[in-house]
């Protein structure tokens, strides 16, 4: 592919430093060199070198490797791979290695493909598994023109540039690049796919980039599920550094998916260490689980620069370099806004939003702060939209029991409680001289399923709150929620068509004039029939001075259950 001329004093010491740097893979040929006999396989059939093998070998075969070093590096494809696809399967990355290309490149091809490996050119899909790849630490190595590369399972050690001429796959693979070098090249690929793979590396990792093919067509590369081990100073690259200055009117695809850990050099323009660029000029794209992450400007064309789509999957808002600025909350209608600038301090990312909010405020009704409370914590505050927010602690009346926060429409709330902010919203405490009742469940399952209750209890305060919805309401007739004793009397007397009660007795806590007589009788009936619980503690009181406790809370549970027993009475009567 590519040629250049080079001095020869330039060569002859480049030639002494590549044979210091190969010394300890001379050594490791030299320890295990392949035998003679009985060491390569083609299913049953057994043969003396991977040569052999592979003259014999069908296309699809399964050529199994033992344990040593091997390689078909200055043997002609034709005859042996041209055409076929073959699998090399060793015996693990710690007892077979094959060699790509020569142990010592020849220093009068540096910078040339020549220094290559042309054993598979021609091949079809050559697929390695289960073994050690051993590359040099220069430019313009691999195999040179198969169709299809295929690592699985493997280290490869050194620098590549050239794999699958189609496609190339790496998958579970671990590379560990030479010093201050690139692990590979997306050079010969139009598709190369990394999937679980693992790069080790000192500032540089995957070189996005090529000479020759540059301009030709498109060239994708993914980026799945990937672990980058390399450094982060002020020098290093990004996991993939891009140059696509020589792309014509092509470009470079980059799909980057799954759970990848990235250890490597921030570029600040794309605010990434998994991409970035040596040039860019906006012919390449980028995206991060399908979605747009980098581009060429709107309404440009190359060769002006690419811009960042959106800093959701940046580094600086992965690593906390986002900082925001809140305005102040004006009030709207029916909500608050305010505006809310963001800054990321690596890239300068910059957006400007406009916030929602809701007012929380607290009426004591006549209470005092709670113990350890005081004023500033029932202060009104504006919460942004969604937000869920504890409650203040309930607070306290000499001579009366707290029993819930009334958030009107049908919304009450216990100590402790957690609300999302959807509304302003205004707590006003409900006391009582009892304590609240505790509710029990509700029996059966219902047309919606099972019911449940929620006992939440703190001190000496003990609400029952059931998380009932207006589809679990709707689904069992209730015409409403009640939110006490009294809304719960009047609520199943109505639907028994306003029966009168066998007693003539008024309850004292119940107003006594002609307005009140429909609560007098909806109280009586339901005590009559035990659908709301009697909460006279003291029973050598007489029945006239008994009560009823009208604006004592009542849960959901505790409608549901009174309203089920109800529809049974009218179906026994």
């Known amino acids: ?87 090399f399967v060793g015996q693990g990355t710690d007892k077979t290695a094959w060699n790509i290309g020569a142990l010592v490149p020849d220093p009068a091809n540096f910078g040339t493909e020549y220094n290559g490996d042309y054993s598979f050119d021609g091949a079809g899909t ?40 189609k496609s190339a796959e790496f998958k579970n693979t671990t590379f560990n690049a030479p010093s201050g070098r690139y692990a590979l090249w997306t050079y010969s690929s139009p598709v190369m796919t990394f999937d679980g793979c693992t790069f080790n590396a000192d500032g540089r990792v995957i070189n996005v980039y090529t000479d020759y ?63 970035g660029y040596g040039t860019d000029t906006g012919r390449t794209e980028v995206y991060v689980d399908g979605n747009p992450v980098w581009g060429k400007k709107e309404g440009t064309t190359p060769p002006t620069k690419g811009e960042l789509k959106t800093h959701e999957y940046s580094a600086g808002k992965a690593e906390g370099k986002v900082e925001s600025v809140e305005g102040d909350w004006k009030e709207k209608i029916d909500h608050y806004e305010r505006e809310v600038t963001t800054t990321c301090s690596y890239c300068g990312y910059t957006t400007k939003s406009t916030e929602k909010g809701y007012k929380l405020e607290y009426d004591l009704n006549g209470g005092d702060p709670a113990e350890g409370a005081d004023d500033e914590t029932y202060k009104e505050k504006i919460v942004p939209e969604n937000e869920k927010v504890e409650l203040a602690p309930a607070p306290t009346m000499p001579g009366y029991f707290f029993h819930y926060w009334d958030g009107t429409e049908g919304n009450f709330y216990g100590d402790p409680a957690t609300i999302k902010m959807t509304a302003n919203t205004k707590l006003t405490a409900q006391w009582g001289e009892e304590p609240p009742e505790v509710p029990d469940t509700p029996e059966g399952p219902g047309c919606c399923g099972e019911v449940t209750a929620v006992i939440i209890a703190a001190g000496t305060t003990v609400v029952g709150y059931y998380a009932g919805t207006e589809l679990l309401r709707n689904c069992y007739g209730l015409p409403y929620w009640p939110r006490n004793r009294s809304e719960l009397a ?38 009559e029939n035990e659908l709301i619980p009697d909460l006279n503690w003291d029973s050598r009181k007489p029945e006239e001075e008994q009560k009823f406790f009208p604006t004592y809370a009542v849960s959901r549970a505790r409608a549901l259950h009174a309203w089920q027993k109800a529809q049974q009475l009218k179906q026994d009567a």
Not at 22 to 34: D, H, W, Y
Not at 224 to 237: D, M, P, Q, R, Y
Not at 494 to 517: F, H, K, N, V, W
Request: negative net charge; proline residues 3%; hydrophobic residues 40%.
């Open 1 to 87: 592919m590519k040629q250049k001329k080079h001095n020869r004093f330039l060569a002859a010491l480049l030639a002494v430093a590549m044979m210091f740097q190969m010394l300890p893979m001379l050594a490791f040929a030299e320890e295990e060199t392949v035998p003679e006999a009985a060491k390569v396989w083609i299913g049953e059939n057994e043969y003396n070198t991977v040569k052999d093998a592979v003259e014999a070998a069908k296309s699809g075969d399964t050529i199994e490797l033992g344990e040593g070093n091997y390689t078909l590096y200055s043997i002609p494809s034709a005859g042996t791979t041209k055409g076929k696809d073959l699998t």
């Open 126 to 165: 050559v697929t390695f598994q289960n073994m050690t790849l051993r590359s040099g630490n220069v430019d313009y190595l691999g195999f040179i023109r198969a169709n299809k590369t295929v690592v699985e399972d493997c280290v490869i050690n050194g620098e590549t540039c050239y794999w699958g001429y």
């Open 213 to 275: 093919g540059a301009g030709k067509n498109d060239i994708t590369v993914n980026f799945n599920n990937c672990t980058v081990n390399s450094s982060e100073g002020f020098l290093a690259k990004p996991a993939l550094k891009i140059d696509d200055s020589n792309m014509g009117n092509y470009k470079y695809i980059i799909n980057i998916s799954g759970n990848n850990t990235v250890k490597a050099g921030l570029d600040y323009r794309t605010c990434s260490r998994v991409f």
């Open 490 to 527: 009047l609520m199943l007397w109505e639907d028994a068509d306003r029966p009168m009660p066998e007693s003539t007795l008024l309850y004292p806590d119940i107003g006594q004039e002609e307005e009140d007589m429909d609560l007098q009788h909806a109280a009586r009936w339901a005590m």
